[in-house]
Antibody
């Protein structure tokens, strides 16, 4: 069965960096694009970015472009998101999701990892 | 910030039919990009509910259906059940933003 497990969340001070990971299993990881989506406390879903199946193409939401970087290691069935210059507005649960055809962000989602930016 | 607008809340009695609208623009729904719907039960991750033109992943009951017209889409839930209490989000692609977009989200309450 498809499984996505995020890790790397926690409490981080403003201005610092954090790297999230998403380990995938149960499918041919190298054949799928992967997305990151976040949800601030009590708020809606916000798309962060996507990385193509081979890692050659990456696209980001304007809100994080230049600060967040998505990468993947197909040998480890894992994607990453490096987040820099964090602010309180980045406090959220971060989900990874498996992309699907037709511009579907996620036919499968992880359980999420909480990032809290606070001094 | 969201470019897809949904009503904040919709409620209905058990067994009733409710609809949730998702209003976009000419750069997303109106441009012909598919609309997808997600269900998020309290305290859990979103789950794909409907994708493309009224397609349901395995296990999703046919009480859920969607439609699209112009720059808007709608999710219908018939035979409303207590287990349908959740937040619902529409999602599409926007060629002006060159990115994926979610709706503002709708909380469904079963009275």
């Amino acid at each position: 069965q498809v499984q996505l497990v995020e890790s790397g969340g926690g409490v981080v001070q403003p201005g610092r960096s954090l790297r999230l990971s998403c380990a995938a299993s149960g499918f041919t990881f190298s054949s799928y694009s992967m997305h990151w989506v976040r949800q601030a406390p009590g708020k809606g879903l916000e798309w962060m970015g996507v990385i193509s199946y081979d890692g050659n193409n990456k696209y980001y939401a304007d809100s994080v472009k230049g600060r967040f970087t998505i990468s993947r290691d197909n040998s480890k069935n894992t994607i990453y998101m490096e987040m820099n210059s964090l602010t309180a507005e980045d406090t959220a649960v971060y989900y990874c999701a498996r992309g699907a055809s037709g511009y579907v962000v996620g036919d499968y989602w992880g359980q999420g990892t909480l990032v809290t930016v606070s001094s | 910030q969201s470019v897809l607008t949904q009503p904040p809340s919709v409620s209905g009695a058990p067994g009733q039919r409710i609809t949730i609208s998702c209003t976009g623009s000419s750069s997303n729904i109106g441009a012909g990009f598919d609309v997808h719907w997600y269900q998020q039960l309290p305290g859990t991750a979103p789950k794909l509910l409907i994708y493309g033109n009224n397609n349901r992943p395995s296990g999703v009951p046919d009480r859920f259906s969607d439609s699209k017209s112009g720059t808007s889409a709608s999710l219908a839930i018939t035979g409303l059940q207590a287990e349908d209490e959740a937040d619902y989000y529409c999602q599409s692609y926007d060629n002006s933003l060159s990115g994926y977009v979610f709706g503002t989200g709708t909380k469904v309450t079963v009275l």
